[in-house]
Nanobody, 127 residues
């Protein structure tokens, strides 16, 4: 089992920045692709960003492209989501997800593909 703990959420004004962190623990040996998703009130969970297990490939949703960046620090065993130029429509609970994979160059954009999820961290962007 892999446990994921997100942190870094909070209240920020439009145009501001936040960095979300995800700390995997437990049975982390092996190859995992990572992703960030978000769920706004009354809406379905949506894909935000993904990174391949070997960290060479990333993909960001069109809605956040150019503003958000997913990254991994292997030395610290952390996954980050850097969020710049935040907008009120970015308000949501953000979830970190992990998928064990045999394909180190692949990333995954569908929630159903992920096996492990964190509890989420809330981001509120005020206008």
């Amino acid at each position: 089992q892999v446990q994921l703990v997100e942190s870094g959420g909070g209240l920020v004004q439009a145009g501001g920045s936040l960095r979300l962190s995800c700390a995997p623990s437990g049975r982390t040996a092996g190859s995992y692709a990572m992703g960030w998703f978000r769920q706004a009130p009354g809406k379905e969970r949506e894909f935000v960003a993904a990174i391949s297990a070997n960290s060479t490939n990333t993909y960001h949703a069109d809605s956040v492209k150019g503003r958000f960046t997913i990254s991994v620090d292997n030395a610290q065993n952390m996954v980050y989501l850097r969020m710049n130029s935040l907008k009120p429509e970015d308000t949501a609970v953000y979830y970190c997800a992990a998928k064990p994979t045999m394909y180190p160059w692949s990333y995954y954009t569908q929630a159903i593909e992920y096996d492990y999820w964190g509890q989420g961290t809330r981001v509120t962007v005020s206008s």
